[in-house]
């Protein structure tokens, strides 16, 4: 099984990055998964998670309104769509799926695989 991110890179203050994660090795098409990051020096920290069918989002605090989770199953491959970017923004994120659950929960020890993780820049 295999989770893997793209779309990081270096962008600035304001601007927007579409990260992607492709899931192969078996199918989540009913289980949720969701994105964490990790900056230098700080824990891995929950972003957003979705539920298989799109119906539950659940986002961190200081995402909302500017961050927008999404999946499609047919691809599997779920997104996360970043505008306005701030400097503390920067961090490695890693997707990441549960095996069977189907809560978009926010603690990352529910999670039963994980991406290798892309890094987002952001420049003042």
């Known amino acids: 099984v295999q989770l893997q991110a793209s779309g990081g890179g270096l962008v600035q203050a304001g601007g927007s990055l579409r990260l992607s994660c492709t899931a192969s090795?078996?199918?989540?098409?009913?289980?949720?998964m969701g994105w964490f990051r990790q900056a230098p020096g700080k824990e891995r920290e929950f972003v957003a998670a979705?539920?298989?069918?799109?119906?539950?989002?659940n986002y961190a605090n200081f995402v909302r309104a500017r961050f927008t989770i999404s999946r499609d199953n047919a691809k599997s491959t779920v997104y996360l769509q970043m505008n306005s970017l701030k400097p503390d923004d920067t961090a490695v994120y890693y997707c990441?799926?549960?095996?069977?659950?189907?809560?978009?929960?926010?603690?990352?020890?529910?999670?039963?695989?994980w991406g290798q993780g892309t890094q987002v820049t952001v420049s003042s």
């Open positions: 990441a799926a549960r095996a069977s659950g189907r809560y978009p929960s926010i603690v990352s020890n529910e999670y039963d695989y």
């Open positions: 090795g078996r199918t989540f098409s009913s289980s949720a």
């Open positions: 979705i539920t298989w069918n799109n119906h539950m989002i």
